[in-house]
């Protein structure tokens, strides 16, 4: 019996972030999410080159036995891609992405997965995760130190151990699965799973409202939970091929992808060579705009206003503040001394207490211990960044936990460099 993909993709920037770094592709034969991370200007380039690189994987003449090796290679491309965006193009150095796409190939799913984006399949009213994350929180939870209730409400659960980051050791978790009649997929980035529920996204995709209807619908539910993060999400429903009169033919492009493909007036160029000219052209062109902003004079018509009125109504507001900063500022210290963070001192990991914010000279943090015995030049570039950019915690003790697994990473590496490899993200 030939089955088909019925599907609909939907992407929104959230309540928070300035920039989309999604990005999302739906087809007839390939649904994929593409979660960036790096920064201005650098994530939504790494899921535009993840999603760019897989769309030629949307087509008919793929079969089962090389499915799997074809979205590996496919990833292996864009991986290298992202090596040489960031080597042509400093600006762009610390991107990465996530990927979890799934491929039909007859009656054959395929699924490629690195990060902590999620695939999801619905099917005879059981709901299963079919992508096992690759995230700080889960190697907590596979180790049993937390449980999975604990882990949603968890200050690091955003942290990611493997992502797609130019490094030669960035492999995806692969897997073949049997498609059948009535199933529903969901693809998503962590802006759905992290902040709705999981049997709330159970009970949405059983409302078998069309793929559209359904993705739009957990879009609201990620607004409505105050959207921190960039939500996408892919519905692919398998439907029969000889009963399903009109399945939908043409591709859906949403998030970073869509929108430097509108940007630059062209379509996601599927070649090579296309790819490394569009890659050039945007990571110059689109990527790189310094605002530019203009000063204007407000002039006073009221001449007849004396230089008493004036002062009156400059200083009154300024007393009010400060009157506010004084009352609230005894409070602000007391909640920020209740805060602890993992950050940097003397290029050594250290533990401190309080926000890692400055109020002009004065600090609202200090390290409560000497610095460790773990060096920022012995971890893997991305823990390294993380701790550059500090990562909060719940308590002291979650701060000394993190620590002690930041030890471990550093133990790694410098084995692997020892033995003459490269310390990337992968390593866990």
Not at 225 to 231: E, S, T
Request: hydrophobic content about 40%.
């Amino acid at each position: 019996m030939a089955i088909a993909l019925r599907y609909a993709a939907r992407s929104d920037v959230g309540l928070v972030r300035q920039e989309n770094q999604d990005s999302g592709y739906a087809g007839p034969h390939l649904l994929a999410v593409a979660d960036g991370m790096g920064g201005h200007a650098a994530g939504d380039v790494a899921s535009s080159i993840a999603i760019g690189e897989m769309v030629s994987l949307d087509g008919e003449s793929h079969g089962a036995d090389d499915a799997l090796d074809l979205l590996a290679d496919a990833l292996r491309t864009a991986n290298n891609e992202l090596r040489e965006a960031m080597r042509n193009h400093p600006e762009l150095q610390g991107m990465g992405t996530t990927v979890t796409a799934l491929m039909r190939t007859g009656n054959k799913i395929a699924v490629a997965h690195i990060g902590d984006s999620r695939a999801y399949l619905l099917r005879d009213g059981t709901f299963t995760q079919i992508t096992h994350d690759h995230s700080f929180v889960q190697s907590l939870i596979d180790e049993g130190r937390i449980t999975e209730e604990e882990a949603e409400g968890h200050p690091q659960r955003s942290l990611v151990t493997r992502v797609l980051t130019g490094q030669h050791d960035d492999e995806p978790d692969l897997a073949m699965r049997e498609a059948r009649i009535g199933d529903r997929f969901l693809v998503c980035s962590d802006g759905l799973s992290g902040f709705v529920a999981r049997d709330t996204i159970q009970e949405i995709l059983e409302q078998a409202m069309p793929p559209g209807g359904t993705a739009d619908r957990l879009v609201e539910l990620a607004m409505r939970a105050g959207a921190p993060d960039n939500v996408t999400c892919i519905i692919g429903d398998v439907v029969d091929l000889d009963n399903d009169s009109a399945p939908p033919t043409t591709h859906e492009v949403v998030g970073a992808a869509a929108e430097r493909r509108v940007s630059t007036t062209r379509a996601i160029p599927v070649t090579p060579a296309a790819k490394a000219a569009a890659l050039s052209r945007e990571a110059l062109g689109t990527d790189i705009n310094e605002a530019q902003g203009s000063t204007s004079r407000r002039h006073n018509d009221e001449g007849r206003t004396s230089g008493r009125r004036r002062w009156v109504t400059v200083l009154l507001p300024v007393a009010l503040v400060l009157a506010a900063v004084v009352g609230g500022g005894y409070a602000a210290h007391s909640w920020s001394q209740q805060q602890y963070f993992v950050g940097e001192t003397n290029g050594h990991v250290a533990i401190y207490q309080g926000v890692s914010q400055n109020i002009g000279p004065w600090a609202l943090s200090h390290v409560i211990a000497d610095e460790s015995d773990i060096s920022l030049s012995d971890l893997p570039v991305f823990y390294r960044g993380k701790v550059d950019a500090t990562v909060s915690t719940a308590s002291v003790e979650d701060a000394r936990r993190l620590v002690t697994d930041l030890r471990v990473q550093a133990i790694a590496c410098r084995t692997t460099k020892a033995a003459g490899g490269t310390c990337g993200l992968s390593k866990s």
